[in-house]
């Protein structure tokens, strides 16, 4: 460790600080900013222009990380035929097990779980609208589905301000070019009226097989806008449309058009993967507190046990 | 079709399997097989245009095309490069044909699985595949280190995919560490490169660091060798590998096999050749140290297995360790053996997955001691395996054979004897391995029969069939590959220079390079004839002696817990850091 | 002075380091490679600062530049801001695959001891 930080440390002192030149890279970027592309932003103008293959491949690599957390995440579906795998899988759940015996942390959680559900103050099945609802003192009032009215006010206040800030950085911003932080706005919206209004609310907007269709869609746009750069003008990232003054919302040709795509691409994919993490199920493990081999699948509620 | 324009059509491979695997979700909700046909249409069009630019690249020439014009101005790149000389073009053309192989394979073997399932399946083995062709002819670092991480973040999802195996998630969770940390590495290592130098562009690199290399780019070169080797698997990078191969369903053990661990050997042979050159750092032989231990503690650790994918994914470690030691040899005959062994590897290795996650999948048996006599129930698997351990043996006229002669020649050219010695103790123990796995699994007389007889379905039937075809024509054909594809690629690995001003200039040709090879030579067939003989007493001698003590050792180094195994790999980037920068 | 965040950098880093390789919770495991993340971040950054430079923005250049000034003069680089954007996708993508496994490894395991999830060893 102590060596890691000697050898880092070496490197650091040698690389050149802040009295080097700017690489002409940078140099470059600056100077076709304005007058190639119209774009007063030289950043946007490396992100989707000259180094636009990278944020390509970047846009992929989200995307292979949203379908991984959904695999991951995914619940028990039929499926046909015989699959050695599971049958391998029910034989190592079942070895391990009863191999191990439970540590304290483990059977203080069981423990802990067993009184929850048997007090009869936890026990109430219907789950409440709003913790308004009950009557002061009563305990656990995290069961509920949306929260209290301060709360909901407040982010219905803010929830219509923060949507077209995002929407404004994609569109504007310094000029065109935000669909990154715009994408992570947006999830953060629908974030905020899932922590607000509860799940029921928004399970009309975040259905996955909607979501991950607007997704692909998103990323196949940035496929396309890459591949008529090639068929048009001959080369895989160029730019084939015409280019706008600058901060006018259609400057930068396809940086405009990228970024938006990236706007669908990473706003859908991150509410798909974070929406799956809450939505996660117990259907693959036999759960030991139930009847043995059930399964047991619960989504959770606002709050969130199983 | 002029040069230009074919170079402008190489980011296309990567495009469509990408395009592919973006649909493919969408398209299992509707049909299977419209899922599968519409994957191998995508990998087919890869191919087909890699293929198109085969013959012009594959005669002597590198081919470049960078991105949206943005051609270097005064030698400063400014764009993203693609460049493809006959190396890269070699990995790219072996990822998306056996890609494709294995593609078909598994949505026949697991047609069986939930619609959504299949379609995250499905888009994660194509989004592999086109990472690692774009790995494989990128020019750039940074556009490295994305399709690096594309590779990286598919993998993850499909070493996880049976959730109802808990080792599977137990495995994804290693993974994830290791490869974080190795991208850690190389994105440090490219950030300090960029720092001091302003380029990212190998061919700029190339000539920056001609003139002299600093003690920040070695420490660079350190950090990016070590990440990489991460991805290789090579040792003590290695943690990830066995536990990943265990718990993932066979094509997937392939894929990652056969295709992911040559992002990690592509990207270390161009910064040891194409972008640092041998002379100015002590590189080949730590590759030399790296190769040699990867190979003898795979090869051990393999012998010692009960679990079939296991051993064979110790066997990847050490197959990986002697395409390292082929490169570090440094010369013409080491260089192009070690290209050879690498796409052998891909055929054979992802024969022998796909037989044994045939086995998984129909029997759910895993370990070697339960099953027996398979051959009488599962022919076409059982002759599978065979001929892949045979490759891995090096048996003429297999394709093992021609590739480990090439590598001997490399080592006996530069009178490194010692290395040369290694690396047959280490094919001894590798086949006395997979002849005791053969055994074990295959052909001991069971007490009971089993059930069932086999039922291949027509996917599964074809990739087999396949890929025992290459295996068998690459070493048939072995001096006209050579010849034609391999040397082509050593000759682009060992001349820097060239490629680098063939890059900046848009295209630019290459040496010729000879690498004689004697099919029939008396001394190597007499060394195979001796390392089967060995090979075959020394798996006799295992299946009957208890474990001796020196495997029980090293087996348990192998502690199965993620803060060990990120604590070898810290401590080998610390010691390859310190051999390049101190010696 | 840029020194300074440079060292900053490497010790964020070696903490992180530190959290991963000694901490058997693996919650805490995926904190320290978070905090390792952060550190790379901060290492991006400090290298693309110049001495004396402004943002490389040319809309409303600060008082007594001109924006031809700032084309040819002096800004950080935007190129090593590109790479941190870059690192960050990759941070949260990572991030989010991370704790999907380690809630699936609880589920099975019921545990988030890393010693204890040591099913495959040898």
Request: hydrophobic share 50%; charged share 10%.
């Amino acid at each position: 460790m102590a060596g890691l930080a000697v050898a880092l440390g070496i490197a650091m002192a040698g690389i050149p600080r802040e009295h080097a030149a700017l690489p002409a890279v940078a140099r470059y970027a600056m100077e076709v900013a304005l007058p190639r592309w119209g774009l007063t932003e030289p950043v946007n103008e490396i992100v989707y222009g000259t180094r636009g293959f990278d944020t390509f491949g970047e846009t992929f690599l989200l995307l292979a990380a949203v379908v991984s957390v959904v695999v991951i995440t995914r619940s028990r579906e039929a499926r046909r035929g015989y699959f050695g795998e599971s049958q391998a899988g029910q034989r190592e759940q079942q070895e391990g097990d009863p191999a191990k015996p439970a540590d304290a942390g483990e059977q203080e959680a069981r423990a802990a779980e067993r009184r929850e559900q048997d007090d009869p103050a936890y026990g109430d099945p219907r789950p409440l609208e709003t913790p308004d609802d009950e009557p002061l003192g009563t305990p656990a009032p995290e069961m509920a589905e949306a929260m209290t009215v301060v709360t909901r006010t407040a982010i219905r206040m803010a929830l219509p301000i923060l949507a077209v800030a995002g929407l404004y950085l994609v569109a504007w911003g310094y000029s065109p070019g935000g669909g990154f932080p715009g994408g992570a706005v947006l999830a953060g919206v629908l974030l905020f009226i899932y922590a607000a209004y509860g799940r029921r609310r928004i399970a009309g907007v975040v259905r996955p097989g909607l979501l991950e269709g607007i997704e692909m869609a998103g990323a196949s746009a940035i496929i396309l806008t890459e591949l008529l750069g090639l068929l048009l003008r001959g080369s895989f990232s160029a730019n084939w449309l015409p280019l706008a003054p600058p901060q006018t919302i259609l400057s930068g040709g396809i940086a405009q058009l990228f970024s938006a795509s990236e706007l669908i691409e990473v706003g859908t994919g991150l509410a798909i993967a974070i929406f799956a993490l809450i939505g996660m199920g117990h259907d693959w493990t036999p759960d030991e507190t139930n009847s043995t081999g059930e399964s047991n699948s619960t989504t959770s509620q606002g709050g969130g046990e199983s | 079709m002029t040069i230009p324009a074919l170079a402008s059509l190489l980011p296309l491979p990567v495009a469509i399997p990408l395009a592919g695997g973006v649909t493919a979700p969408l398209l299992a909700r509707v049909s299977r097989r419209l899922t599968v046909a519409v994957s191998l249409i995508a990998l087919t069009g890869s191919a087909a245009i890699l293929l198109l630019a085969a013959p012009t690249v594959f005669g002597g020439r590198v081919i470049a095309h960078y991105m949206g014009h943005w051609t270097p101005v005064h030698g400063q790149v400014l764009g993203v490069a693609f460049a493809a000389d006959p190396f890269g073009l070699l990995v790219a053309l072996a990822a998306a044909i056996i890609g494709g192989i294995l593609l078909l394979y598994t949505l026949s073997e697991l047609g069986g699985l939930g619609r959504r399932e299949l379609g995250g399946y499905a888009c994660l083995f194509q989004l592999l595949i086109a990472a690692v062709i774009g790995a494989a002819l990128t020019a750039d670092l940074i556009n490295l280190f994305v399709w690096f991480e594309v590779a990286a973040l598919s993998s993850y999802g499909l070493a996880g995919f049976f959730l109802e195996r808990p080792i599977a998630l137990e495995s994804a969770f290693k993974l994830l560490v290791l490869t974080t940390l190795a991208s850690f590495a190389v994105f440090i290592g490219a950030g300090l490169e960029y720092a001091q130098h302003g380029a990212l562009n190998f061919a700029q690199l190339h000539h920056a660091l001609a003139g002299h290399v600093t003690a920040p780019d070695t420490i660079a070169l350190g950090l990016m060798l070590a990440g990489f080797a991460t991805k290789a698997g090579l040792v003590p990078f290695h943690g990830w590998l066995p536990d990943v191969h265990t718990a993932a369903p066979g094509p997937v053990n392939a894929l990652f096999s056969a295709i992911m661990d040559s992002i990690g050997v592509v990207a270390i042979a161009r910064l040891v050749f194409q972008v640092y050159g041998t002379g100015s750092t002590p590189v080949l032989g730590l590759l030399m140290t790296l190769g040699i231990v990867s190979a003898l503690l795979g090869a051990i650790m393999a012998l010692a297995q009960d679990d079939l994918k296991r051993l064979l994914a110790y066997d990847t470690i050490s197959q990986i360790g002697i395409i390292v030691v082929g490169f570090a040899a440094g010369n013409p005959a080491g260089v192009a053996g070690a290209v050879y062994h690498l796409v052998n590897h891909a055929a054979f290795k992802a024969l022998l997955f796909l037989a044994a996650g045939a086995v998984v999948h129909r029997t759910g048996l895993t370990s070697l001691s339960q099953m027996g006599g398979l051959a009488r129930s599962m022919p076409v698997v059982a002759a599978a395996f065979v001929l892949g351990s045979l490759s891995i043996a090096g048996i003429p006229p297999l394709n093992g054979y021609v590739s480990l002669s090439l590598i001997h020649e490399g080592l006996q050219q530069d009178h490194q004897t010692i290395p040369y010695l290694l690396t047959l103790a280490s094919q001894v123990i590798t086949a006395a391995a997979l002849g005791r796995a053969a055994w074990l699994a295959f052909f001991r007389p069971r007490g009971q029969d089993y059930e069932w007889r086999e039922r291949l379905r027509p996917g599964m039937l074809t990739g087999l069939v396949s890929l025992g075809a290459c295996c068998v024509a690459f070493g048939a054909a072995g001096p006209l590959v050579l010849r034609r594809l391999m040397a082509p690629a050593a000759a682009g690995l060992l001349a820097p220079a060239r490629y680098a001003s063939a890059v900046l200039a848009g295209s630019g040709p290459i040496p010729v390079l000879r690498v004689p090879f004697d099919y029939g030579s008396p001394a190597e067939l007499a060394s195979v004839a001796a390392t089967v003989a060995v090979a075959a007493v020394l798996a006799w001698v295992y299946l009957r002696i208890r474990e001796p003590l020196p495997v029980r050792a090293l087996r348990a180094l192998h502690t199965g817990s993620a803060n060990d195994y990120a604590a070898y790999a810290v401590t080998g980037i610390l010691a390859v850091v310190a051999v390049l920068s101190l010696a | 002075m840029i020194l300074v965040n440079y060292l900053a950098a490497v010790a964020l880093l070696c903490i992180g380091l530190y959290a991963v390789l000694t901490r058997r919770n693996m919650i805490k495991m995926v904190m320290g490679l978070s905090l390792m993340e952060a550190s790379t971040y901060l290492f991006m950054i400090s290298l693309a600062y110049r001495a004396g430079s402004t943002a490389p923005v040319l809309l409303n250049p600060p008082p007594g530049k001109s924006t031809q000034s700032l084309v040819h003069g002096n800004v950080a680089d935007p190129v090593l801001q590109n790479f941190c954007l870059t690192a960050v996708v990759i941070g949260v993508a990572v991030t989010a695959v991370f704790l999907s496994v380690v809630v699936r490894i609880v589920q099975h395991y019921r545990t988030l001891d890393s010693d204890r999830v040591r099913d495959l060893r040898g």
